[in-house]
Nanobody
Framework: DVQLQASGGGLVQAGGSLRLSCAAS????????IGWFRQAPGEEREGVSC????????YYADSVKGRFTVSSDNAKNTFYLQMNSLKPEDTAVYYC??????????????????????WGQGTLVTVSS
């Protein structure tokens, strides 16, 4: 079974940094996308970033571009979301997810969370002002 374990959330002051990790196991497909999504209380789930396993292409929501960086450590089957210059509006539960639907573009997958078949449990990020 595919399993994703997200971690690294916490409380940080505005302007600070956090690095989220997503440990993956049980992958049986060669190519996939890992996506990072977030959901704030009372808000819809929002795509933050995604990365392609085939060529390492990365995609970002406009709201985090230039502040967040997604990366992967294939040897460890672990994916990261480095979040810098955090703002109070970044406060949310962050989820990592995986999809083998690589026939879609990263831009499309960033916007359509329903294409992801596997989800981690979420990790809470709170940014204080």
């Amino acid at each position: 079974d595919v399993q994703l374990q997200a971690s690294g959330g916490g409380l940080v002051q505005a302007g600070g940094s956090l690095r989220l990790s997503c440990a993956a196991s049980g992958f049986t497909f060669d190519d996939y996308f890992i996506g990072w999504f977030r959901q704030a209380p009372g808000e819809e789930r929002e795509g933050v970033s995604c990365i392609s396993s085939s060529d390492g292409s990365t995609y970002y929501a406009d709201s985090v571009k230039g502040r967040f960086t997604v990366s992967s450590d294939n040897a460890k089957n672990t994916f990261y979301l480095q979040m810098n210059s955090l703002k109070p509006e970044d406060t949310a539960v962050y989820y990592c997810a995986a999809t083998a639907s690589t026939y879609y573009s990263g831009s499309y997958l960033l916007l359509h969370s329903f294409e992801y078949d596997y989800w981690g449990q979420g990790t809470l990020v709170t940014v204080s002002s």
